[in-house]
């Protein structure tokens, strides 16, 4: 962390080093126990799974299209369950 002092890169170590903490809570550092990812080995598949969840929604942002109807019929009924309760 001395080699710079771009607070981006430092915050990635910083992560890294001690974890993300807790998503939900106050918790600033340790392990997130994600069943999906983990999230500093993961990066580019998360970042590849973001950026295709993006381009959907920049297309088609109501989910109308026949190929997003699974997908915007998984959101609507899930919608009033905890989002984070389905990744942690």
Do not use: C, Y
């Amino acid at each position: 962390m001395v080699q710079t002092n771009d607070g981006f890169l430092i915050s990635e170590k910083d992560m890294e080093l001690r974890g993300p903490g807790d998503i939900e809570g106050t918790r600033q550092s340790g392990l997130l126990d994600l069943k999906l990812a983990d999230i500093v080995q993961d990066r580019a598949m998360l970042q590849a799974a973001r950026d295709v969840a993006e381009k959907i929604l920049s297309e088609d942002p109501d989910l109308t299209l026949p190929e997003n109807l699974p997908l915007h019929d998984f959101l609507a009924s899930h919608r009033s369950k905890s989002a984070w309760s389905k990744i942690s």
